[in-house]
């Protein structure tokens, strides 16, 4: 099982902060890293790409080698690294997998009945939960149910405290001293998903842009991101089927200058044929999104303020 390789995060220079702590294995849930001197006012977050997984939690799954692939969003964190290396940027990684316990859902978007349990409040339970995809994954499509048995509230208790908790409020912290820098500030959460299918007569997009409908970015920023794929040769959707999840709702205030958007790559676009390793599109891929960062960074700065290229200190002034 490949894991998440630390050395290529302390390649990025500045400074390395780790936090939360993977249950059963007792190592950092998630790294920021950030330049010494802030150049541009975007935080890149990758919450998808953690691989660092316990032995327990591997030994409980009933294909793991197959379902933890699945569930990954696979080496977006060697993406996001690469981007953040050319433009920057702050950057928030993920270690603790999917599998363990899902980021980008809130942290009460639980499927009971995986535990066993009566869910405490009355009302329906929320959608991606039924569908098999809440705070814990439990079932994927054409392989069922994940797990060989249930699991513990205790247990999921534990990964709330360890992971999801301390990973948002960091990354709250992170925006906001990015915000107060610079005035406004972008979040770009970063994900990858399976190749979409083709419609007839229509190619398949390979970027979907999502800003929960307009309610989480400016449309400058959005309409700024449509032109540059479209320049790059590259057909983009938007919000659809990938409108943000609980990143975006719960971090993005664009009323503040807080803005968020979530990006999903086709992982054919930068990994191999068997979507596993990088592939020979992945520096393109890189190049194309390093582009797209620094040109918003510098319309962001101008939302705040800023002039693009200004450095934290200058900017302070």
């Known amino acids: 099982m490949d894991q998440n390789r630390p050395e290529l995060y302390d390649s ?122 809440g705070l814990v994954p439990r079932r994927l499509p054409g392989m069922g149910e994940i797990w060989r048995g249930r699991l513990s509230w205790a247990e999921v208790e534990a990964r709330i405290e360890g992971i999801h908790r301390p990973y948002h409020t960091a990354l709250a912290n992170l925006v906001a001293q990015e915000r107060e820098r610079w005035g406004a500030v972008l979040l770009i959460d970063l994900h990858s998903m399976p190749p979409l299918p083709r419609i007839i007569g229509q190619e398949a997009a390979s970027i979907v842009v999502g800003d929960r409908f307009g309610a989480s970015c400016h449309g400058e920023l959005v309409a700024r991101t449509f032109s540059h794929f479209a320049g790059g040769g590259v057909l983009a959707a938007h919000n659809r089927p990938y409108a943000g999840g609980f990143a975006l709702d719960h971090h993005a205030a664009p009323r503040r200058g807080v803005h968020a958007m979530q990006l999903e790559v086709d992982r054919a676009a930068y990994l191999d044929s068997q979507l596993v390793e990088t592939g020979k599109g992945f520096g393109a ?30 900017a302070a002034e």
């Open 12 to 133: 990025l220079g500045g400074t390395r902060r780790d936090g939360g702590a993977i249950p059963g294995l007792g190592e950092a849930a998630f790294s920021i890293l950030s330049p010494a001197v802030s150049r541009l006012p975007v935080v890149i977050a990758a919450p998808h790409g953690g691989r660092r997984y316990p032995p327990e939690l591997l030994a409980r799954m009933r294909y793991p080698d197959v379902s933890a692939l699945r569930l990954e969003d696979r080496l977006v964190d060697h993406l996001a690294l690469a981007v953040a290396r050319e433009t920057g940027a702050a950057l928030m990684l993920a270690h603790a997998p999917r599998a363990m316990l899902d980021l980008n859902r809130a942290d009460d978007d639980v499927d009971w009945d995986m535990l066993g349990l009566a869910a405490p409040g009355p009302g329906p339970a929320n959608g991606r939960a039924r569908s098999g995809l």
């Open 285 to 314: 891929m890189a190049a194309l999104l390093s582009s797209l960062v620094l040109a918003l960074g510098a319309q962001v700065a101008a939302m705040g303020g800023r002039r693009a290229g200004e450095t934290w200190a200058e």
